[in-house]
């Protein structure tokens, strides 16, 4: 298996512009988790879902940031419009259920910077 | 409500020396425990878990930790370490679950650097 797959894995763009970043995961999983990584806050969930139905988003910063499942195989996280205090590198993970028990199976990561 | 606690932010330990990663949780139900390691510039991956069972577990590239349900600690240990065990280690726990959904709490991460 290829394991989870993100893009872009490097992003650089200016403020107030949109941000798309995509992810796929490991055929077979059903929950997908979006992580933020920053040298200040350290690792923070920001969102999940289950059966591509969204859980808990109550980690996502603010309006700015929303985030899709359209289908079992893809997700996005999208920040519109971007500002600098997003910058940090974004994981996305994904696991099979076993009711607490699963691994977590992490992609690797797309480094945003805004400028 | 979970929270898990790294009491060490950094450790320094030369290589071939022995080391051990702290790590303390809280919970009002049974959980699951994890350690996870991120090598520079990659994603999380999984070192080892605790279920059930033994309170030993063995995990990849020689490290162990011990389950202490008295003390809810759940420390790293490695006998001997290596300059490719440079890495930021991360503690984690998730709350056992009837539902099919859960979701993990990691701790703040132990960075640990090795000399030669």
């Known amino acids: 298996d290829a394991g989870v797959i993100q893009s872009p894995r490097h992003e650089v763009t200016e403020m107030g512009q949109e941000v798309t970043l995509r992810c796929k995961p490991i055929?077979?999983?059903?929950?997908l988790f979006w992580y933020r990584q920053t040298m200040m806050r350290g690792l923070e969930l920001l969102i999940y879902?289950?059966?591509?139905?969204?859980?808990?988003d109550s980690g996502m910063p603010e309006d700015r940031f929303s985030a899709k499942m359209p289908n079992a195989s893809f997700s996005t996280l999208k920040i519109q419009p971007s500002e600098p205090r997003d910058s940090a590198v974004y994981f996305c993970?994904?696991?099979?259920?076993?009711?607490?028990?699963?691994?977590?199976?992490f992609g690797p990561g797309t480094r945003l910077l805004v400028l | 409500a979970q929270s898990v606690t790294q009491l060490d932010s950094q450790v320094p330990v030369f290589e071939e020396a022995p080391v051990e990663l702290r790590c303390n949780y809280s919970?009002?139900?049974?959980?699951?425990l994890f350690w996870y390691v991120q090598y520079p510039n990659q994603g999380l991956q999984l070192l080892l878990k605790?279920?059930?069972?033994?309170?030993l577990v063995k995990g990849i590239n020689g490290f162990e930790a011990e389950f202490n349900k008295s003390q809810t600690s759940f420390h790293l240990r490695k006998p001997s370490v290596h300059i490719s065990d440079t890495a930021e280690y991360f503690c984690?726990?998730?709350?056992?679950?009837?539902?099919?959904?859960?979701?993990?709490?990691f701790g703040s991460g132990t960075r640990l650097s090795i000399r030669p």
């Open positions: 993970a994904s696991s099979l259920d076993s009711q607490g028990a699963e691994t977590q199976y």
């Open positions: 919970s009002s139900v049974s959980v699951y």
């Open positions: 605790y279920l059930s069972g033994s309170t």
């Open positions: 879902f289950n059966n591509n139905v969204p859980i808990d």
């Open positions: 984690a726990v998730s709350p056992q679950s009837y539902s099919s959904a859960s979701k993990i709490i």
């Open positions: 055929s077979g999983h059903n929950s």
